[in-house]
């Protein structure tokens, strides 16, 4: 690579064009290069392709040097005979001067040829440069010139033709162009305020000019803006580089997937490829080193937290090429200092000036405030004491408020004496409604940056009114909409967890929300769980933790102590002993692993709204009870039910049933007996349709989107209504068969639906259409499928089988309410493996 270093003076430069091509005429103008030129204006991409010189002897130099000057990206088209032009040579000479002098993209395309063949120069590019020499043997410096030239550009990033189809492999091209097109562009700061000056500073010591390898961190508080200022300096200065990446959320993304998959971000983004399959993180680093040891590259590591990360993702100096540039923004000062950085870069709070100007952006949309407003204006800034994240809170939480109100705010502010970030934060959670401030202790607790349908599937299902509640905290600059996913910044975080620790700093027993290990795990043993207690969420702990875990025991009676607690999820523990009580106003249940066969014998969820219990030991659901539960929790008025457990068969009691994931179906009422266009009060009337499915899962799918059962519902072939039933997570590769039981009530459909349904008698029938679908998980399969129309009277049915059969396992229970079968009958079935298909096997034989 050619030492010269980037001239850092030119970043302003305007560009005309999008792409400049660069190729041989005679090799491709009227095949591969129009093509793609064809397609790049198509999609509205400003190409130049130089038409008007092909047949002249010589180009119009000074046109072809704007164009290429003037262009963000030159496209070089390397096929057969493109060395034996010099015309050509003297064009990527033009072009790798605008590369260093104005930061341009340079992208080689290799057409019919191998890229070792132009870096070495043999075959057709050895017998092109044979007659450059005996032509130029008098100037014979700028053959070598020629020579050096192809050598740099064929060792960029490029794009290989080989045996691929050609339509596609220009579709390939395209996509990795249009990310490139935002540095087209100057970036609007008017809301980065005092970014300039930082910018500056951190730009001197980057010294991008020079060619030596540089690490450089950038240190700060949570909140400050380290990563703006990262983002900003790597979108200004990207463009000098051959490569880059910026690698975002470190600490979070390390903590959830592990560094491999931070290894693959790197990798995929600097050799532009969608995909890359690493066998481990030790294999990544050799990958790493491999591919940009010789290459010019820009990398940003983002909230960097352990040592070990930065050893992982940028080792040694010597992992980078000639002029790279690293930058690692971090909490932790003596991480860039354990990693030897060349310099830190402290990112320091505003000054007075600049923080007033971010205020009155976000309290006034506007550097001009409202008449009366400046000694209010400036006594928020001296409280917020400089920090941009606080500003930005407060003076949206004051946006379009009465001078009153902000006084009353003031006034509020000032009963905290301690100026902490997180009580200047809290003061937008004191403003919101008692639902608002639950759903924001639920998401800083539980659910910070998972996908937003799980978050609004579990509000919903604990009362909370989610939609209108979210919106209110997006509003309030408490929450953000991030790629499907609701995301609270780390300190918004932290102040809602603390709000939590508040309400007994010294009695984790009675919080009202459970969610770090030591916690949890004191108050189970200790059995100190109180009436407080809503929730409790626990995710797979460390490993270290997870084997001290296998070691001690939790009190098998602490969940008795806590009978008001509605949200239960527990994952990836491996416990000794099941729970000898569960509460019984539990709404969701979500236990993997589940380490008993039953759920405890007076467990008698009366508000349960969703129950999964994948990967356990689960046999049966309940052993010895009278009642599952009441109506609610049975089919009744709650917005859906779900079930998941292990099994193969669908119970004779979903009558209309089929193989795979769609079932068609005549539908009369059951009981022609009954006249059920009677009043509501009629003892059968329609109430719902339950669903049922078997599928298998045949291997672990990660993803970072949630796998949704959804089902499509058509009446008399006539488009229908959509109904998603919930989230599959966890599944692995176990070949296992799950049974997936749900309810949807009569009070989810449409009117027109609602009307044909409860009208069908014993002289009227409907066409019914179930279909089913996963979305995103391509491990999972329908194996079976199956639906029942449900009156009242179906209620007392499954109470009366429960009764008479003393609720054996679930799956037997309602097969019950058709076949009446005894338990003696079941375990005969069960022993002999032999029965009708539509049987539901014993619970020793379910499958798992």
Not at 673 to 682: C, D, E, F, K, T
Not at 720 to 748: E, T, V
Not at 797 to 826: L, P, Q, V
Request: hydrophobic share 35%; charged share 25%.
């Amino acid at each position: 690579m050619d030492s010269k270093s980037p001239s850092f003076s030119s970043s302003s430069h305007k560009w005309k064009y999008d792409v400049f091509l660069s190729f041989r005429g005679e090799d491709t103008c009227k095949n591969f290069t129009d093509h793609l030129y064809t397609t790049l204006k198509q999609k509205g991409v400003n190409t130049f392709k130089d038409d008007k010189n092909l047949e002249r002897e010589e180009p119009n130099s000074h046109e072809l040097s704007n164009a290429i000057e003037e262009s963000l990206i030159a496209i070089v088209i390397l096929s057969k005979n493109y060395a034996s032009s010099t015309w050509c040579l003297d064009e990527l000479m033009n072009i790798t001067e605008c590369k260093k002098k104005v930061g341009q993209i340079v992208w080689p395309i290799f057409y019919d040829v191998d890229p070792f063949e132009v870096q070495k120069q043999t075959g057709t590019y050895a017998q092109a440069f044979d007659e450059h020499e005996k032509h130029f043997k008098d100037d014979i410096d700028k053959v070598h010139t020629w020579r050096a030239t192809l050598t740099e550009v064929a060792n960029l990033f490029g794009f290989h033709l080989q045996d691929r189809n050609e339509t596609e492999f220009i579709q390939d091209i395209v996509e990795e162009i249009f990310p490139k097109l935002s540095y087209k562009f100057p970036r609007d700061t008017s809301d980065l305020v005092g970014i300039d000056s930082r910018v500056e500073e951190l730009m001197s010591l980057l010294a991008i000019q020079s060619n030596d390898v540089r690490i450089v961190g950038v240190l700060g508080m949570g909140g400050i803006g380290k990563t703006t200022l990262a983002r900003f300096v790597y979108h200004k200065i990207f463009n000098y580089f051959d490569g880059g990446s910026f690698v975002t959320n470190i600490r979070e993304e390390s903590e959830k997937y592990g560094l491999l998959s931070l290894q693959q971000k790197l990798i995929c983004e600097i050799l532009m490829k969608r995909s890359m399959n690493i066998q481990d993180v030790d294999k990544g680093v050799l990958l790493i080193k491999r591919i940009m040891c010789n290459k010019r590259i820009l990398l940003v590591l983002d909230d960097v937290n352990q040592l070990n990360q930065l050893q992982k993702l940028a080792g040694k100096l010597n992992w980078f090429g000639p002029g790279s540039r690293v930058i690692i923004t971090t909490r932790d000062e003596s991480l860039l200092k354990r990693h030897n950085v060349f310099k830190i870069y402290e990112v320091k709070v505003l000054n007075n000036d600049d923080a007033l100007h971010l205020f009155r952006l976000k309290a006034f949309m506007s550097d001009c405030p409202a008449n009366g407003y400046l000694k209010l204006s400036k006594q928020f800034v001296n409280y917020a004491n400089g920090l941009p994240l606080a500003i930005e809170v407060l003076g949206s939480f004051l946006f379009n408020r009465s001078k009153k109100e902000w006084e009353s705010a003031l006034n509020r502010l000032n009963k905290f004496p301690d100026k902490d970030v997180m009580k200047i934060l809290q003061i937008s959670f004191d403003g919101l409604h008692e639902i608002e401030k639950e759903i924001f202790l639920h998401i800083a607790c539980f659910f910070n940056m998972k996908e937003k349908y799980y978050v609004e599937k579990i509000l919903d299902y604990l009362g909370l009114d989610p939609r209108i509640g979210l919106r209110v905290l997006i509003e309030r600059s408490l929450l953000k909409d991030f790629k499907n996913k609701y995301k609270m910044h780390e300190l918004l975080q932290t102040m809602g967890q603390s709000i939590v620790r508040k309400e007994h700093p010294e009695e984790p027993g009675r919080w009202s929300r459970l969610w770090i290990y030591n916690d949890i795990h004191n108050v189970l043993v200790k059995n100190s769980g109180t009436r407080e207690n809503q929730g409790l969420v626990l995710e797979r702990p460390k490993v270290e933790k997870l084997r001290e875990y296998e070691r001690r025991y939790w009190n098998l009676e602490a969940f008795s102590k806590m009978p008001n607690l509605k949200l239960l999820i527990i994952h990836g523990v491996q416990l000794l002993h099941g729970p000898k009580h569960l509460p019984n106003k539990l709404r969701l249940l979500d236990w993997s692993k589940y380490p008993s066969k039953s759920l405890p014998s007076d467990f008698q969820p009366i508000e349960l709204v969703e129950l999964h219990l994948l990967h356990s030991k689960i046999e049966r659901l309940w052993k010895g009870a009278k009642e599952i539960c009441k109506q609610s929790a049975i089919l009744g008025s709650c917005a859906a039910f779900n079930v998941v457990f292990p099994g193969s068969e669908i119970p004779k009691w979903f009558e209309h049933q089929s193989v795979g994931h769609v079932v068609n179906a005549q539908v009369t009422h059951p009981n022609k007996n009954v006249n059920i266009q009677v009043p509501s009060r009629s003892s059968n009337k329609w109430i719902g349709i339950a669903l049922c499915i078997v599928f298998s899962c045949f291997y672990s799918y990660a993803s970072e989107l949630p796998d949704f059962l959804r089902c499509h519902i058509l009446i008399n072939k006539h488009e229908g209504s959509y109904f998603n039933l919930g989230i599959c997570a966890r599944l692995d590769g176990s070949k296992s068969r799950h049974l997936w039981m749900s309810y949807i009530p009569s009070q989810m459909f449409n009117e027109n639906e609602r009307a044909v349904l409860s009208q069908i008698d014993e002289n009227g029938s409907i066409q019914m259409e179930v279909r089913f679908r996963w979305d995103f998980n391509p491990g999972i399969e329908f194996k079976k499928c199956g639906f029942r129309l449900l009156y009242e009277q179906d209620i007392e049915d499954i109470r009366e089988m429960i009764s008479a059969h003393d609720c054996h396992d679930f799956d037997n229970s309602t097969e019950g309410i058709k076949m009446k079968r005894s338990r003696d009958e079941y375990e005969r079935a069960g022993a002999s493996g032999e029965g009708s298909s539509n049987d539901v096997p014993h619970s020793k034989r379910i499958e798992r």
